[in-house]
């Protein structure tokens, strides 16, 4: 399996990128790739691929985001290929259920949920314009249960971090109406809002 990362200077969360199939050690290297330590630069693909890569994201993120980060292939083996490097903040990831792209105080706040640390106190931006699924209880869940309270929902932007931690108003519940924004996780360390964009 490849992941393409589209990164700026620099989910979904955990629980979705083991329900799609992604092996622990990938997990594992992407959360390591937030730093970019280590980071080749990618000779082999074409600009007609590189393009194409692009333009996979488009359904994740707006055009202005996505045209300007740098583009990096994960390999099976972990390690990151830098395709094109960008001059915007945000990474773009290209999972099996559809891509994300957020932003670098929100790829820290990502690493944290997959590393299960304490998230970073800074805000971040994610956008899945293309929707996703996952547990509204549990950030590790791979599939639905009976007491998980699994929620589809459709394209949205999540606010995570320091400042969702204000987010009064909105749903708390466990059982989420995903027409309207609602705080995920809630009364996690992860918890955070979901925004619904259409």
């Not at 399996?1 to 594992?28: D, E, N, Q």
């Not at 730093?35 to 993120?61: D, N, P, R, W, Y």
């Not at 640390?117 to 699924?133: C, N, Q, R, T």
């Not at 791979?142 to 999540?158: F, L």
Request: overall charge positive; some cysteine; aromatic content about 6%.
């Amino acid at each position: 399996m490849k992941l393409v990362l589209v990164t700026g200077i620099r989910k979904p969360m955990f629980s979705r990128v083991l329900r799609m199939g992604v092996t622990m050690a990938a997990a594992s290297a992407v959360a390591a790739l937030f730093g970019l330590a280590g980071v080749q630069v990618a000779k082999s693909e074409t600009e007609a691929e590189i393009a194409a890569m692009v333009k996979s994201f488009s359904t994740a993120a707006p055009a202005e985001v996505v045209g300007y980060a740098t583009i990096a292939v994960l390999e099976k083996d972990g390690k990151m290929r830098v395709v094109r490097k960008g001059t915007n903040n945000f990474t773009c990831l290209s999972i099996p259920a559809g891509p994300l792209c957020a932003d670098k105080n929100a790829m820290e706040w990502l690493g944290a949920v997959m590393g299960k640390k304490e998230p970073p106190k800074k805000s971040g931006i994610v956008y899945m314009l293309a929707g996703d699924e996952g547990s509204n209880t549990d950030p590790w869940a791979t599939g639905p249960t009976a007491d998980n309270h699994w929620v589809k929902t459709g394209p949205h932007v999540m606010v995570v971090g320091d400042t969702a931690i204000t987010r009064a108003g909105y749903a708390r519940t466990p059982e989420a109406d995903p027409t309207k924004p609602y705080v995920m996780w809630p009364d996690t360390p992860y918890e955070h809002l979901m925004i619904p964009v259409k």
